[in-house]
Protein backbone atom coordinates (compact mmCIF):
# COMPACT_ATOMS: atom_id res chain seq x y z
CA UNK A 1 0.00 0.00 0.00
CA UNK A 2 1.23 3.76 -1.21
CA UNK A 3 2.53 5.49 1.60
CA UNK A 4 1.26 9.19 2.24
CA UNK A 5 2.22 11.32 5.20
CA UNK A 6 1.19 14.73 6.30
CA UNK A 7 3.30 16.95 8.27
CA UNK A 8 2.31 20.19 9.92
CA UNK A 9 4.85 22.44 11.75
CA UNK A 10 3.96 25.38 13.23
CA UNK A 11 4.94 28.03 15.06
CA UNK A 12 5.41 31.89 14.81
CA UNK A 13 7.04 33.89 12.03
CA UNK A 14 10.70 34.16 12.46
CA UNK A 15 11.02 31.12 14.05
CA UNK A 16 12.10 29.40 10.83
CA UNK A 17 9.11 26.74 10.25
CA UNK A 18 8.45 27.63 6.33
CA UNK A 19 11.80 27.19 5.54
CA UNK A 20 11.76 23.86 7.71
CA UNK A 21 8.79 22.61 5.70
CA UNK A 22 10.83 23.61 2.26
CA UNK A 23 13.24 21.82 3.57
CA UNK A 24 11.65 18.43 4.07
CA UNK A 25 9.80 19.00 1.05
CA UNK A 26 13.18 19.02 -0.79
CA UNK A 27 14.77 16.17 0.95
CA UNK A 28 11.85 14.22 -0.08
CA UNK A 29 12.42 15.31 -3.87
CA UNK A 30 16.00 14.45 -3.86
CA UNK A 31 14.73 10.53 -1.99
CA UNK A 32 12.73 9.91 -4.92
CA UNK A 33 9.28 10.73 -3.08
CA UNK A 34 6.46 12.92 -4.18
CA UNK A 35 5.71 16.00 -1.93
CA UNK A 36 3.88 18.87 -1.80
CA UNK A 37 4.53 22.07 0.62
CA UNK A 38 2.47 25.03 1.16
CA UNK A 39 2.53 27.64 3.92
CA UNK A 40 0.96 30.38 5.68
CA UNK A 41 1.54 33.31 7.99
CA UNK A 42 0.08 36.49 9.40
CA UNK A 43 0.61 39.87 8.19
CA UNK A 44 3.11 40.81 10.68
CA UNK A 45 6.93 39.30 9.43
CA UNK A 46 7.72 38.18 13.20
CA UNK A 47 5.50 36.99 16.43
CA UNK A 48 2.41 36.12 14.51
CA UNK A 49 1.05 32.56 13.68
CA UNK A 50 2.92 30.63 11.13
CA UNK A 51 2.37 27.00 9.60
CA UNK A 52 3.98 25.39 6.94
CA UNK A 53 2.71 21.84 5.53
CA UNK A 54 3.91 19.35 3.55
CA UNK A 55 2.77 15.79 2.30
CA UNK A 56 5.42 13.36 1.48
CA UNK A 57 3.90 10.56 -0.33
CA UNK A 58 5.02 7.38 -2.40
CA UNK A 59 2.37 8.38 -5.62
CA UNK A 60 1.13 11.76 -7.13
CA UNK A 61 -0.34 14.11 -4.85
CA UNK A 62 -3.82 15.07 -6.01
CA UNK A 63 -4.97 16.71 -3.12
CA UNK A 64 -2.28 19.26 -1.67
CA UNK A 65 -4.03 19.94 1.54
CA UNK A 66 -3.12 18.70 4.77
CA UNK A 67 -7.02 17.95 6.88
CA UNK A 68 -5.56 15.56 9.31
CA UNK A 69 -2.02 15.54 9.79
CA UNK A 70 0.22 12.61 11.23
CA UNK A 71 3.25 14.42 12.42
CA UNK A 72 2.72 17.73 14.03
CA UNK A 73 5.55 20.02 15.18
CA UNK A 74 4.73 23.11 17.65
CA UNK A 75 7.31 25.58 18.32
CA UNK A 76 5.10 27.67 20.62
CA UNK A 77 2.49 27.37 22.94
CA UNK A 78 0.25 28.93 20.93
CA UNK A 79 0.87 26.86 17.87
CA UNK A 80 0.29 23.87 19.41
CA UNK A 81 -3.11 24.86 21.33
CA UNK A 82 -4.25 25.87 17.86
CA UNK A 83 -3.43 22.38 16.05
CA UNK A 84 -3.75 19.92 18.23
CA UNK A 85 -7.37 18.96 17.19
CA UNK A 86 -5.75 18.39 13.46
CA UNK A 87 -3.30 15.71 14.98
CA UNK A 88 -4.78 12.19 13.40
CA UNK A 89 -5.05 9.61 16.81
CA UNK A 90 -1.89 7.89 17.53
CA UNK A 91 -0.10 10.82 15.50
CA UNK A 92 3.49 12.44 16.16
CA UNK A 93 3.76 15.17 18.34
CA UNK A 94 7.17 17.15 18.77
CA UNK A 95 7.47 20.15 20.58
CA UNK A 96 10.30 22.58 21.25
CA UNK A 97 10.43 21.94 25.39
CA UNK A 98 11.33 25.56 26.36
CA UNK A 99 8.25 27.40 24.25
CA UNK A 100 5.45 24.57 24.90
CA UNK A 101 5.14 24.64 28.31
CA UNK A 102 1.37 22.34 28.66
CA UNK A 103 0.75 19.34 26.29
CA UNK A 104 -2.79 18.69 26.85
CA UNK A 105 -4.04 15.06 27.00
CA UNK A 106 -3.41 13.27 23.69
CA UNK A 107 -3.63 9.36 22.04
CA UNK A 108 -0.24 10.61 19.91
CA UNK A 109 3.25 9.57 21.11
CA UNK A 110 4.80 13.15 22.20
CA UNK A 111 8.57 14.06 21.93
CA UNK A 112 10.00 17.22 24.06
CA UNK A 113 13.05 18.82 22.25
CA UNK A 114 14.77 21.79 23.33
CA UNK A 115 15.46 22.60 19.82
CA UNK A 116 15.45 26.77 20.70
CA UNK A 117 17.75 26.01 23.88
CA UNK A 118 20.07 23.91 21.76
CA UNK A 119 20.35 26.40 18.51
CA UNK A 120 21.27 29.06 21.82
CA UNK A 121 23.78 27.27 23.57
CA UNK A 122 25.76 25.47 20.85
CA UNK A 123 25.04 27.59 18.07
CA UNK A 124 24.34 30.79 19.36
CA UNK A 125 21.59 31.85 17.62
CA UNK A 126 17.90 30.81 18.28
CA UNK A 127 17.36 31.33 14.21
CA UNK A 128 18.52 27.67 13.94
CA UNK A 129 16.02 25.97 16.19
CA UNK A 130 13.87 25.07 12.70
CA UNK A 131 16.68 22.79 11.71
CA UNK A 132 17.30 21.27 15.34
CA UNK A 133 13.90 20.51 15.22
CA UNK A 134 14.05 18.96 11.82
CA UNK A 135 16.94 16.90 13.09
CA UNK A 136 14.42 15.31 15.50
CA UNK A 137 12.04 14.81 12.94
CA UNK A 138 14.05 13.10 10.80
CA UNK A 139 15.39 10.97 14.15
CA UNK A 140 11.63 10.05 14.82
CA UNK A 141 10.51 9.50 11.91
CA UNK A 142 12.83 8.09 9.22
CA UNK A 143 10.45 10.21 6.77
CA UNK A 144 13.75 10.99 4.59
CA UNK A 145 17.13 10.44 4.41
CA UNK A 146 20.14 12.25 6.65
CA UNK A 147 21.49 12.62 3.32
CA UNK A 148 18.89 14.00 1.59
CA UNK A 149 17.96 16.55 4.32
CA UNK A 150 21.49 18.04 4.30
CA UNK A 151 21.83 18.39 0.70
CA UNK A 152 18.29 19.86 1.02
CA UNK A 153 19.63 22.27 3.63
CA UNK A 154 22.89 23.19 1.69
CA UNK A 155 20.68 24.10 -1.40
CA UNK A 156 17.85 26.11 0.99
CA UNK A 157 20.02 28.30 2.76
CA UNK A 158 22.57 31.53 2.22
CA UNK A 159 25.98 30.21 2.19
CA UNK A 160 27.01 32.19 5.20
CA UNK A 161 24.61 29.87 7.35
CA UNK A 162 25.21 26.52 5.72
CA UNK A 163 27.39 25.71 8.45
CA UNK A 164 25.69 26.24 11.31
CA UNK A 165 22.69 24.78 9.68
CA UNK A 166 23.91 21.88 9.11
CA UNK A 167 25.57 21.63 12.55
CA UNK A 168 21.74 22.20 14.35
CA UNK A 169 20.14 19.69 12.12
CA UNK A 170 22.40 16.85 13.51
CA UNK A 171 22.67 18.15 17.10
CA UNK A 172 18.83 17.51 16.14
CA UNK A 173 19.06 14.00 15.29
CA UNK A 174 21.24 12.91 18.46
CA UNK A 175 18.68 11.05 20.20
CA UNK A 176 20.16 12.25 23.57
CA UNK A 177 18.55 15.23 23.28
CA UNK A 178 14.95 13.51 22.63
CA UNK A 179 12.92 12.87 25.42
CA UNK A 180 9.70 10.79 24.77
CA UNK A 181 6.87 11.40 27.47
Known amino acids: MPRRVEIRITGLGGQG?????EILGRAAVY???HAVQTQSYG???RGSAARSEVIISDEKIGFPKVLKCDILVAMSQSALD???KDLKAKGTLLTDEDSVKTIPKTNARVF?????RIAETELKSRIYAN??????VITITNLVTKEATEKAIMNSVPEE????NLEGFRKGMMQEFIYPI
Not at 161 to 164: A, D, V
Open 82 to 84: KHL
Open 112 to 116: RVPAT
Open 161 to 164: TRKS
Open 131 to 136: VVMLGA
Open 17 to 21: VVLAG
Open 43 to 45: AEA
Open 31 to 33: DGK
